[in-house]
């Protein structure tokens, strides 16, 4: 994802650990959870998400599907 050039891309991380600061930031990361324990990425637009993935190369492609 780092790889990825995207300018107009926001990428929030959340610490499983410790989420309450970032969902004071972005309320609406509060119903986003890790998915069986792993990194997972929510990849949204216009106020809608994709499904979820826990697959670092589905995530990228999610993300290059929104800069077409």
Known sequence: IRGLYSPRTV??????DDAKPT???AAYTEAQV???GKAT????QNYACKLPTT????AVSLLKELQN
């Open 11 to 16: 990428i929030i991380l959340k610490d499983p």
């Open 23 to 25: 969902e004071r930031l």
């Open 34 to 36: 890790m998915i069986d």
């Open 41 to 44: 990425a929510y990849v949204c």
């Open 55 to 58: 697959s670092p190369a589905e």
